[in-house]
């Protein structure tokens, strides 16, 4: 069964400081990686996708399969960074959606 | 085009009432999904459906039915609430991979 892990609950930072969201996950095929963003009172929206290999909003990660990693980076976090995040996997189109624990970042000022 | 929605948006129950949360979008897609969101959990799904008339259980279905008559509606029922059902609950409608989220439901169950 796919699975997918992320060790920490929270994460707090100081403005400007780097910021790494771990992110593991267990699949024997070709895995198809996310992360997803809460921010307070907002619905949850896809922050990035591993085949893309884009930034977004000064995020990046990168698909590690030697480690099955998907860890999420940023190299100077702002306070509207703070939200919680999700790592999330799937095997393909319309198909289940496997979230992790989600993990809060605080970006504090 | 107002996505995913659902309704409503807060919901206080008492234990043994039955309820539906409503999900519609508007998006013409096939793959719709729910999940509840609970602190420490993340996000489990309860049932999933890849086009109208097909339904099927996911994570943790107990409690729960779903219905897909129509591509827009999946709706949630609840049968007989039960305090561990507290939760936030949310639906999603997925093109390819990338899944679009409604606001969510606020569920609490007294």
């Known amino acids: 069964a796919q699975r997918v892990t992320q060790p920490e609950k929270l994460l707090s930072v100081f403005k400007g400081a780097p910021v790494e969201l771990k992110c593991n996950y267990s699949?024997?095929?070709?895995?198809?990686l996310f992360w997803y963003v809460q921010y307070s009172r907002q619905r949850l929206q896809l922050l990035l996708r591993?085949?893309s290999r884009e930034s977004i909003k000064g995020f990046t990660a990168d698909l590690n399969k030697g480690e099955t990693s998907f860890h999420l980076k940023k190299p100077f976090a702002q306070e509207e960074d703070s939200a919680m995040y999700y790592c999330?996997?799937?095997?393909?189109?319309?198909?289940?959606?496997?979230f992790g624990k989600g993990i809060t970042l605080s970006v504090r000022p | 085009n107002a996505g995913v929605t659902q309704t409503p948006k807060f919901q206080v129950l008492k234990t043994g009432q039955s309820m539906t949360l409503q999900c519609a979008q508007d998006m013409n897609h096939e793959y719709m999904s729910w999940y509840r969101q609970d602190p420490g959990m993340g996000l489990r799904l309860i049932h999933y459906s890849v086009g109208a008339g097909i339904t099927d259980q996911g994570e943790v279905p107990n409690g729960y039915n779903v219905s897909r008559s129509t591509t827009e509606d999946f709706p949630l029922r609840l049968l007989s609430a039960a305090p561990s059902q507290t939760s936030v609950y949310f639906c999603a409608s997925s093109w390819g991979t990338e899944a679009f989220f409604g606001q969510g439901t606020r569920l609490t169950v007294v």
């Open positions: 591993h085949i």
């Open positions: 999330a996997h799937t095997s393909g189109a319309n198909s289940k959606l496997t």
């Open positions: 699949y024997s095929g070709s895995p198809e």
